[in-house]
Structure formats: C-alpha cells, structure tokens
C-alpha cells in the first residue's frame, strides 16, 4: 500500500510572505525569498510597494522562482502616484498602514468591498498614538482613509484583541522610525514578524506578563539586514487537505510535506487529535527562523468524535475555524466552538458564513455571538453554498462537496486565488488518487459513501473584467480627470456637481447623454425597438453639450433639451436598454472625452473609470444600501417615502443595476483601481469632502 501513498505540497504562508514584502522593501540591501506565496493577497501588496518606488523582481512569475527586493532602507519610499489598492488584504493593509507610519509622505490606502468592511480603528488607533496623522476618507474606522507618516514617539500599546495585525504594524512602525515600542496582547498571537525580524537584526524579546503576553523592542536597529528566506508552506493551506484526508480516512498514505508549524499557527492540530484525528509532524527542521514539517495523518481512519474549542485557543487556530466548522458537520455528536467573535470582521463574517451555509445543505447549526454550536450528521450534504466572497469559505466547504456523500455547489470558487492558487486542481488531483487507491471502498465512517459521480468540480474563474475594446484614448494633459461610478441613486450626481463645484472643474453627467439619446429615439418613434438603432439614426439627433460655465446642458437638434424631458418616465424605463448598444456607446465616446478641458473634469456616469477615461486619476465607485437609494431617489422627486414605496422603488433600481452590470458592453462594474465608498450612512457634505479629500491627496502626492 505504502507504494500507493501521495505527497503534496501547498502554496507558500500568506502572513510570511507579506511580512517579508514589506520588511525587505524596507531592509538596506537585496532580499531573496524563495517559496513565496502568489496568491491575490500578496500580489496587491506587491503592487502598493512598487507604487511606493520599491523595485521587486519576480513576483510576477511561479512559485519556484526567487522574489527579489531591491531595499534601500529604513525611509526610503517615494511619494506613491495614485492610490494603493489593497484589494481584499487586512494583513496587507494593516502591515502596510505601520510601515508607512514612518516614512515622510502622504499615502492613501483603499480596499475592494469586503475589505471596505474590516475595522481598522485598532492600527490607526497606535499610530496616531504614535505621531502618524491619518484621516478616514469615506466611512470613519475603514478604508479608503489617508495616512501622512514621519517621526514617531514610543509607544506602549495595550490591544483588546489578540492580533498579529495590530501587533506586527505597531513594530513595523517602531523600527521604521527607530523608536521603541511595546505590545501586550491579551493571548499570544501568531509570531511571523518576530521571527522575520530576527533574521534581520532586531532584537524582540516577548514572554508572559501580568494581563498577557508581552512584545518588547525596545532599542530597533539603524538598519535591517536583507532577508534571506524559504517561505515554508501555509499550515492554514494545508489544513484544508488535512481535513479531507480526516474526512476520507485516508490512513497514513497522505503527507503534506515542507509545512509552517510555527506552533503560534498549529492549534487545529491538539482539536483534530480530540476529534480522533491524529496528525503527526514528521521531519522537523528550521527554514528562516520558522519550523517546519512534514504533516502525515497517522494510524488508520476512525469516526469523529464532537469537539468543543474555545479561549485562549482560537487565536491559534483563527483562519482554521471554517474547516473546523465543516468537520464538526461531519462529527458524531455536537460540537461547539465559542470565544471566536474576531471572525466576524474577517473577510466576511465568517459565523454568519458558515451557519448560513451549513444550514442550507442540511446541517443544523446555532450561531451565537461569539460561536456556533453543529450537530454532526452523517446524512448527504447537498445544495448550493455562497462563498460571501471569502476564501477559506470557498475552500472549507469545496473539501467536503470532495467527500463521498455530498455534492455541493459554490458559487464563485475563484475566490481561492487570495491565498491558494491552484487549490481546486489539487483537490481534483488528490480526489482522483483517493478514487484510485480506495478502489471506491471508503475505510471509515460517516459521510463514507461511494462518491457521488454528480459532485460539480468548481472551476476558479477570472475576475469579470470590463469590456474595454473600445479605443483608448488618454485626456488631453493638463485635464485632471476624476471619474465617479457607481449605482442608481449612490450619490453620484449630488457628489460629482458638489466635488465640480468644490475644485473648480467641469462636471460631465454622463447619465444625461444616454438619456437624451432615449428621448430623441421615441421622439422619432414613440415605438422604437432599441435593437434597430443605425449610426445614422443617431446623427440625425445631433446631440451635443454645452458648457454653462462648469455645468453642461445636452443640446438635441439645435435645441437645449429640458431636465425634466430627459427625466420623464418614458426615458428612464428605456434607456438601459439604449445605453447597452455598441452603437449607442460609440457615438458618444468621442463626445464626453472632449468634455476634458481645463483645469479638470468630474465624470460621473457607469463607465467613466473603466471604458471613458481609464487614465482618470482618481475613480470613485459609488454604491449604497438599495433601500437607503431609493429613499434618495423618491425625495430627490419631491415625493413623500412611505415603507411600501421605498421596497418598490428598491427592486425597480436593482432591476436596472441589474441591467446595466450584466450588459456584455462597458457594464456597471468597478474599476480595479477605483475607490469604493459606500455612502449610505454619509450625507452629501460627507461624500463630497471624501472625494475632493482623495484628489487633493493624489495630487498632492504627484
Ligand atoms: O445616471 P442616470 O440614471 O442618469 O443614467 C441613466 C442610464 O444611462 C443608466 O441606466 C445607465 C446608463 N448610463 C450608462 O450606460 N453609462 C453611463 N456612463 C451613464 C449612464
């Protein structure tokens, strides 16, 4: 049987690989990484350092090639042209937040949706305690905000929360700055920068102390050596093998091999064992500070038993507590896991997330503030899960839908990416070989069945990328173009006039151009079929605009066409559909990138970022709670909003964003680099100052 053993390997640690971006861009001297992660996370990261002027070599290319990092010292990042774009990354937000803490300049840090939920009161909290000037520029306590870093003081920082994040910005900040810091955390959190940093020259002395665990470094270093380092592979990666090996009772046949055991990393392993799950580490050694081992699952299948976990031990096991909530599943008896409230600011809110989810193939579940209680089944799972955009979501339930018995459906798998490329081709991998070997005979308990030929393999897929095949052509230099985007009723048109107003420049409401072009069609022919539109249907309209100082008006054969014509009822149940001709679009391209002159130019519309003006130096996408827009949209027509009203006018704008992002043309989606900034609790004066706060920052930074 042995012959007939398989070992894999996983992607590199996500929280070593990001620590070693940003302290080797910092270190005096080239750092060589081997192993390091490319996954989404640490990507984005890449892309804000070089933003910051750093040079990093090979990030770009496979995980078997050396990232090398161009450091030249402590404070030596320039100026960054344009916002950095975190995307989907807390750790890479937050290390980042600390490290810029010390350099003298003004950066401003933006995330995609989810992480424009993430509190970040908790790093912002200590560094301005520290000296660093930071100010939030939509929501206050999350991004986008902006930070002007510089000398700092000393700090001595007592967290609520046990958090690497917290603790890790707080010493990055301190050795940037060459002041002292100290950090008690409530429970020890994982420890990758310490180790990082001792490599590098920087003593940090940590133990136990009264109220906690205590990190000292109190005296930093003038200079960080290089790195020089292995990245081990990620124990949180493995942990999802590991769990379907349990799952399948695989025996002593399975090997994850060259894995973290930082045992800051490992807790899931003494909950596995409780399970009945026993995980050996086999062949420890050292790689960059960190051990290292290869994970065997040891002895042959039993069932799992319940298990509770809770306290001091979550912090351990964090990132693991959506594969154990799976197993728990799959568990005799009930399980329970408490003390884990910290996964609700997650990349979702992962108890929500995993009691949603389990509920809905089956599974009962109770979820608690800080927990969920699971009874074990050994009933088929089956149905559709969502993954709420959340890796370790994804990935926890994609390795029981890889277990006999269950076939289970998720939505958006390609959300992997940010920590585990190529994870659904090696489940499918280990899958077949499990197949092989078994020969179809499951050894061990419940949910053991011969596999369900039905499971649906989930495919990663490519973010959806705008339809950009239009001609690219760059603003007349000298134009500074801000392109605001978003959903009906987000604030757009109060923003952008109110932002036009603020700075000076023109405002282009691009809205009103589609617009106009509806009208003229059913002018033309009150039963106009959108589909038979001709170029020359649309010369003869004649649209043009005209400037009114800063504000434009639409003029239509010759004549100035009213606001409340281009507002009728007609036009708006129309003009999604006229606005999603190829036709239609290109006929007014030319004309709203000629709206560029001057000192500047606020364009607000669907696709101003993406197709429009793609080099727009700032892009803001707008959205808020379909509720709040309609309550918006119904006053802004000077009617009253009762209850009934605002759910109608509701589904009748997510009708229409529905339409509009879903068009293969220039859709409503948000540019990669834009900023988004949900503005359903900002009033106007709120929105406006975010935006005009983002340009002066971006400009200022030029
Ligand atoms: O912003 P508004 O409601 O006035 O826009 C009217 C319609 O025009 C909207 O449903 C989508 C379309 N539109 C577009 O496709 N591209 C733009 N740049 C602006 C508006």
């Known amino acids: 049987m042995r012959s007939a053993g398989l070992s894999i390997r996983v992607p590199g640690d996500k929280s070593i690989t990001q620590r070693a971006l940003i302290l080797g861009a910092m270190a005096d001297g080239t750092s060589r990484i081997e192993g390091a992660l490319r996954g989404a996370d640490p990507l984005a990261t ?58 003298p300049l003004t950066a401003v840090l933006a995330g995609d949706e989810s992480l424009s939920r993430r509190p970040m009161d908790r790093i912002t909290g200590p560094l301005r305690e520290m000296g660093a000037s930071i100010r939030y520029l939509g929501r206050p306590g999350v991004v986008p905000f902006q930070i002007t870093g510089g000398d700092l003081s000393e700090i001595r920082h007592e967290g609520r929360v046990a958090s690497a994040q917290v603790k890790s910005a707080i010493l990055f900040a301190g050795v940037g700055a060459g002041v002292g810091v100290e950090v008690l955390e409530p429970r020890r959190s994982r420890d990758h920068s310490e180790r990082i940093f001792e490599g590098m ?27 020089q380092m292995q990245v081990p592979g990620d124990f949180s990666s493995a942990a999802f093998f590991l769990a379907w090996a349990a799952l399948v009772g695989c025996g002593d046949l399975f090997t994850v091999e060259a894995v973290g055991v930082n045992p800051t990393r490992t807790g899931l392993l003494p909950a596995l064992a409780r399970m009945g799950a026993d995980i050996r580490v086999v062949g420890r050694r050292r790689t960059g500070g960190e051990a290292v081992g290869d994970l065997v699952v040891a002895g042959d299948s039993s069932v799992l038993g319940a298990v509770e976990v809770g306290g001091d031990e979550i912090p351990g096991m964090i990132d693991e507590v959506p594969i154990l909530a799976v197993l728990a599943a799959r568990a005799e008896g009930v399980s329970r896991i408490s003390g884990a409230g910290e996964l609700r600011v997650k990349e979702s809110d992962r108890l929500a997330a995993l009691a949603t989810n389990l509920r809905r193939i089956g599974v009962r579940v109770e979820e608690f503030d800080d927990g969920l209680e699971i009874e074990g089944t050994d009933a088929p799972l089956t149905g559709p899960v969502e993954t709420f955009h959340d890796h370790r979501i994804a ?46 005979t499951p050894r061990r308990g419940p949910g053991t069945r011969r596999p369900t030929s039905g499971m649906r393999e989930p495919r990663p897929r490519a973010r959806d990328t705008p339809d950009t095949r239009m001609p690219v052509v760059a603003a007349p230099t000298g134009c500074t173009v801000v392109a605001i985007d978003g959903s009906a009723g987000s604030g757009k048109s109060t923003t952008a006039a109110a932002v036009a107003g603020q700075l000076g420049y023109r405002h282009l409401d691009s809205g009103a151009l589609y617009r106009a072009v509806t009208l003229g069609l059913l002018d033309a022919d009150p039963g106009m079929v959108a589909g038979t539109v001709t170029p020359a249907d649309l010369e003869a309209l004649d649209i043009a605009i005209e400037w009114d100082d800063r504000a434009m008006a639409v003029r239509m054969r010759g004549a100035r066409v ?26 007014l391209l030319q004309l709203q990138r000629a709206a560029a002159e001057g000192p500047g130019l606020v364009a607000e519309g669907r696709d101003m970022g993406t197709v429009v003006f793609p080099d727009a130096v700032v892009k803001i996408y707008l959205d808020a709670h379909p509720r709040e827009r309609a309550r918006r949209r119904i006053l802004q027509r000077g009617e009253s909003a009762d209850a009934a009203e605002i759910e109608e006018e509701a589904r009748r704008l997510e009708g229409r964003d529905a339409r509009d992002s879903s068009r293969s043309l220039a859709p409503l989606v948000r540019a990669g680099d834009a900023v988004l900034l949900d503005t359903t609790h900002m009033d106007p004066m709120a929105q406006m100052e975010a935006v005009v706060g983002l340009v002066r920052a971006v400009e200022g930074s030029h």
């Open 395 to 440: 990935m926890a339930f994609g390795v029981l839908g890889a277990t006999p018995g269950c076939d289970i459906r998720i939505d958006g798998p390609g959300v992997a990416d940010v920590s585990f490329p190529g994870f659904w081709d090696l489940l499918a991998r280990v899958r077949t070989w499990w197949e092989t070997v078994s020969d179809g």
């Open 201 to 227: 020259g920087v003593d940090v002395a940590e133990g136990e102390a009264t109220g906690g665990w205590l990190v000292r470094m109190p005296e930093p270093p003038p200079r960080l050596s290089p790195l």
């Open 562 to 587: 009213p606001e409340e014509a281009l507002r009728a009822a007609r036009v708006t149940s129309e003009v999604s559909a006229v606005s999603a001709l190829a036709v239609v679009r290109e006929h």
């Open 46 to 103: 890449g892309r804000a350092l070089a933003r910051l002027g750093v040079e990093i070599d090979g990030l770009g290319a496979s995980e078997d090639q050396v990232v090398r990092i161009a450091g030249r010292g402590l404070r030596s990042w320039k100026s960054p042209k344009g916002i950095l774009d975190l995307e989907n990354s807390g750790t890479g937000v937050r290390l980042l937040a600390g490290a810029l803490a010390a350099q």
